[in-house]
Each structure stands twice: as structure tokens, then as C-alpha cells.
């Protein structure tokens, strides 16, 4: 999975970017795809997500805090596993960018391309990780 440092994130808004460990743009993160009780992050927390690519550009989905901004700040809080609503609306969305960027080329009968098919196995797998 991706991982990162949240830029900045604004609560009121309910959106903020994280700054990609790889070094790629800046990735969207709308509230949510926060854990279950974040309802906001600090500047610098270190996060793990998922990628999905939109009309508007990449944006994070199934965001974990791993880490907390500073050594001296409290503990971030444990990622709980998600709600069973919560998990199906994941799958609804997943299943949405599925229909749209895998089955198009299945159906005429080649595979995704390999950037394409990195990232939706990246996202099987960290939905895979909360099914279990």
C-alpha cells in the first residue's frame, strides 16, 4: 500500500492532500475515507491508503494512520476494522471502477494495462485485508 504525510487536511471542509512517500503528486483525501472516529488529521501523521484514480485526479480510499505527526504527540489511534456499511459502500465504489477501467478491455479480449492492473490489485488487496 501507498503511505504518505498528510499535508494538510481541514476538518470544516472535510478534505485535505497527502504528500506520497514515492514521490508522485500529492493525493486528495475527502473525510470519508478516514477511519471510523477520525474525523480530522494533523499536518505530518503519517498515513497508509489505497489509490483510486477520478475525473478530477488521484484521491485516497481506505485511508490507515499509522503514525502520529511529532515523537513527542500522542499515539494515533488504531485503525478498527471497518463497519459492514462501511464495507459495502467500499465495494460499491470498487466495483464502479471495475466496471470502468478492467472490464472494458477484458471484454475486448485484452488485460489492463500494468499500471492500471497494479493498482486494482492494490485495492483487492486492502479490501481483501478487511473482509478477513
Same mark, same amino acid.
Given at each position: 500500500?501507498?503511505? %504518505? @504525510?498528510?499535508?494538510?487536511?481541514?476538518a470544516?471542509?472535510?478534505?485535505?492532500?497527502?504528500? @506520497?512517500?514515492?514521490? %508522485?503528486?500529492?493525493?486528495?483525501?475527502?473525510?470519508?475515507?478516514?477511519?471510523? =472516529?477520525?474525523e480530522?488529521? !494533523?499536518?505530518?501523521?503519517?498515513?497508509?491508503?489505497?489509490?483510486?484514480d477520478? @475525473? @478530477? %485526479? &488521484?484521491q485516497?480510499?481506505?485511508?490507515?494512520?499509522?503514525?502520529?505527526? +511529532?515523537?513527542?504527540?500522542p !499515539?494515533a489511534?488504531?485503525?478498527?476494522?471497518?463497519?459492514?456499511?462501511?464495507?459495502?459502500?467500499?465495494?460499491?465504489?470498487l466495483? =464502479?471502477?471495475? *466496471? +470502468? +477501467? &478492467?472490464?472494458?478491455?477484458? !471484454?475486448?479480449?485484452?488485460?489492463?494495462?500494468?499500471?492500471?492492473?497494479?493498482?486494482?490489485? *492494490?485495492?483487492?488487496?486492502? &479490501?481483501?485485508?478487511?473482509?478477513?
Amino acid at each position: 500500500m501507498p503511505s %504518505g @504525510r498528510v499535508k494538510w487536511f481541514d476538518a470544516e471542509k472535510g478534505f485535505g492532500f497527502v504528500s @506520497r512517500d514515492d514521490g %508522485g503528486k500529492d493525493v486528495f483525501v475527502h473525510r470519508d475515507a478516514l477511519p471510523e =472516529g477520525v474525523e480530522e488529521l !494533523a499536518k505530518g501523521t503519517k498515513v497508509e491508503y489505497s489509490i483510486i484514480d477520478t @475525473r @478530477r %485526479g &488521484v484521491q485516497a480510499m481506505g485511508l490507515h494512520v499509522l503514525a502520529a505527526p +511529532q515523537a513527542g504527540a500522542p !499515539a494515533a489511534p488504531e485503525t478498527p476494522k471497518r463497519s459492514p456499511e462501511e464495507l459495502n459502500s467500499l465495494l460499491q465504489d470498487l466495483i =464502479g471502477v471495475l *466496471e +470502468q +477501467q &478492467v472490464m472494458p478491455p477484458l !471484454a475486448r479480449g485484452r488485460r489492463p494495462d500494468r499500471k492500471t492492473g497494479a493498482k486494482i490489485a *492494490e485495492l483487492l488487496r486492502a &479490501v481483501a485485508s478487511d473482509l478477513e
